[in-house]
């Protein structure tokens, strides 16, 4: 079957979060005077990480739900002086900072190629900035859609493929690639019909189940060899 579509996962595919932890914002450490242990940190972190929904459609929404995630995990840790307004602040670089997300240096070459010969799309399990910040790093020209979890009210593993097969019918599955870097998601894709790909840019996956690829340039030798 001649593939047509190639579909890409965001983060750990296109880009990674620039301080290297996706919650942890570019000017965290500024705006928090107090000594971390960062360990505790990411902890909390995890905890709280309930609080996360996907129900945020607007990017004032995804901020208010931060502010909150932002309290619960300072007052986890013990944080002096908690207040309110220093949730807010680190909400609002949360949602609104344009350096959050670094692109991996292969990204635009290889997109710039790819839409040449194939629709291209991305799926991602994140919220309403995301759209924004897919603007700010011009990568939205090369993509036909971007579905974004929070704006369908559920994620990649539960019924998000489903959602973006049923408003994009022209995408059939068995003429589609699709990228992710997490095992159980392409699993549920593989399950739909997907031709999947794992993306593992750190080489940690020796004896992955589906085939491995370390780079976005190596889409370009192996897209129809499925």
Same mark, same amino acid.
């Given at each position: 079957m001649e593939i047509k579509n190639i579909v890409f996962d965001?983060?750990?595919?296109?880009?990674?979060p620039s301080t290297g932890h996706w919650f942890i914002t570019p000017n965290f450490f500024n705006i928090v005077n107090n000594k971390i242990d960062i360990e505790s940190l990411k902890n909390a972190m995890k905890k709280y990480q309930n609080l996360l929904t996907m129900e945020p459609k607007t990017e004032l929404e995804e901020y208010e739900m931060f502010s909150k995630f932002y309290y619960k995990v300072l007052e986890e840790i013990g944080y002096e002086n908690l207040n309110k307004d220093l949730a807010n602040k680190l909400a609002e670089d949360c949602v609104y900072n344009n350096e959050k997300y670094t692109l991996f240096d292969d990204v635009n070459k290889t997109l710039d190629f790819l839409k040449q010969k194939y629709n291209l799309y991305i799926i991602s399990d994140a919220w309403p900035s995301s759209i924004r910040l897919f603007d700010e790093l011009n990568l939205s020209r090369?993509?036909?859609? /971007?579905?974004?979890?929070?704006?369908?009210?559920?994620?990649?593993?539960?019924?998000? &493929?489903? $959602?973006? %097969?049923?408003?994009?019918?022209?995408?059939?599955?068995?003429?589609?690639?699709? /990228?992710?870097?997490?095992?159980?998601?392409?699993?549920?894709?593989?399950?739909?019909? &997907?031709? $999947?790909? %794992?993306?593992?840019?750190?080489?940690?996956n020796k004896k992955a189940k589906y085939k491995v690829i370390n780079g976005l340039s190596e889409i370009i030798n192996i897209a129809n060899k499925f």
């Open positions: 965001n983060g750990g595919v296109l880009s990674v090369f993509f036909k859609v /971007i579905c974004i979890s929070s704006m369908e009210s559920t994620t990649k593993v539960e019924r998000l &493929f489903e $959602v973006f %097969l049923k408003e994009n019918l022209e995408v059939k599955p068995e003429q589609t690639i699709f /990228i992710d870097d997490r095992m159980d998601i392409l699993e549920k894709a593989n399950s739909l019909g &997907f031709n $999947v790909l %794992l993306m593992d840019r750190e080489n940690r």
